[in-house]
C-alpha cells in the first residue's frame, strides 16, 4: 500500500496543474497517510508583528484569509478527507488558520515562525521533518510560516497554499500544491 501511495505520488509530480491533477492530489489525501503543511491564509498588509501581546499586536487574517480558510476546510470534508491531527504555529494567524478550516488544532512549537531567530532554524526543521518521516494512519495537517516552509521543502508557497507531503524512508516527497484560490468544496 505504501508503495502503492509513491508511486501515485511520483506519478503527480509529471502531471500538468489541472483538475484532473487536483483531483489525484484529493484522491491521493483520502488514501491517508500524507502530510499537508500549509502556509496560513491571507493576512492584513502593514501590520506590525508582535508575538507575546496577543493577536491585537499581531498580522493577522484577512476577511480573504478567513474565507480562504473556511472554504480549504469545506473542501478535505466534501473530499472525505480524514484530518487525524491538526498543529500550527501558536501565531494568532496561523491558530485561526487551522481552528477556521479544520475546528481543533494544537500549537506546536516547532511551527513557530523562525524569521526572526534563525538560531532556532535546524532544530525546529529536523522536529517537523521527524514527525513527517514517522506519520501514517490519516491526514496529517501543519499549519506554519513561510519561512518555515521554505526551510523544509526549498519552496516558496503563497499565503494559504497547501504542499502535500508524502512520507518516504528518512524524508518526503511533496506529492502536489494546492493554492485556495483552485479549492472549492465541490
Given at each position: 500500500m505504501r508503495l502503492a501511495r509513491l508511486i501515485l505520488a511520483l506519478a503527480l509530480l509529471?502531471?500538468?496543474?489541472?483538475?484532473?491533477?487536483?483531483?489525484?492530489?484529493?484522491?491521493?489525501l483520502r488514501g491517508g497517510g500524507q502530510v499537508v503543511i500549509m502556509r496560513h491564509a491571507a493576512t492584513l498588509p502593514n501590520v506590525p508583528d508582535t508575538l507575546g501581546r496577543g493577536c491585537s499586536t499581531q498580522r493577522n487574517l484577512s476577511e480573504a484569509g478567513r474565507e480562504d480558510a473556511r472554504r480549504i476546510g469545506a473542501a478535505f470534508h466534501a473530499h472525505?478527507?480524514?484530518?487525524?491531527?491538526?498543529?500550527?504555529?501558536?501565531?494568532?494567524?496561523?491558530?485561526?488558520?487551522?481552528?477556521?478550516?479544520?475546528?481543533?488544532?494544537?500549537?506546536?512549537?516547532?511551527?513557530?515562525s523562525i524569521f526572526r531567530d534563525r538560531s532556532r532554524?535546524?532544530?525546529?526543521?529536523?522536529?517537523?521533518?521527524?514527525?513527517?518521516?514517522?506519520?501514517?494512519?490519516?491526514t496529517l495537517v501543519l499549519v506554519t510560516h513561510?519561512?518555515?516552509?521554505?526551510?523544509?521543502?526549498g519552496l516558496f508557497p503563497a499565503e494559504g497554499e497547501m504542499l502535500v507531503l508524502t512520507p518516504r524512508g528518512e524524508g518526503f516527497v511533496v506529492a502536489g500544491r494546492i493554492k485556495p484560490s483552485d479549492v472549492s468544496a465541490r
Amino acid at each position: 500500500m505504501r508503495l502503492a501511495r509513491l508511486i501515485l505520488a511520483l506519478a503527480l509530480l509529471s502531471v500538468p496543474a489541472s483538475a484532473s491533477a487536483d483531483e489525484a492530489i484529493w484522491a491521493l489525501l483520502r488514501g491517508g497517510g500524507q502530510v499537508v503543511i500549509m502556509r496560513h491564509a491571507a493576512t492584513l498588509p502593514n501590520v506590525p508583528d508582535t508575538l507575546g501581546r496577543g493577536c491585537s499586536t499581531q498580522r493577522n487574517l484577512s476577511e480573504a484569509g478567513r474565507e480562504d480558510a473556511r472554504r480549504i476546510g469545506a473542501a478535505f470534508h466534501a473530499h472525505g478527507i480524514a484530518v487525524e491531527d491538526v498543529r500550527a504555529s501558536v501565531w494568532c494567524r496561523c491558530m485561526d488558520t487551522a481552528r477556521l478550516a479544520f475546528g481543533t488544532v494544537t500549537s506546536w512549537p516547532a511551527l513557530d515562525s523562525i524569521f526572526r531567530d534563525r538560531s532556532r532554524e535546524a532544530a525546529q526543521t529536523r522536529e517537523v521533518r521527524e514527525l513527517i518521516r514517522g506519520h501514517s494512519g490519516g491526514t496529517l495537517v501543519l499549519v506554519t510560516h513561510q519561512v518555515n516552509i521554505t526551510a523544509l521543502t526549498g519552496l516558496f508557497p503563497a499565503e494559504g497554499e497547501m504542499l502535500v507531503l508524502t512520507p518516504r524512508g528518512e524524508g518526503f516527497v511533496v506529492a502536489g500544491r494546492i493554492k485556495p484560490s483552485d479549492v472549492s468544496a465541490r
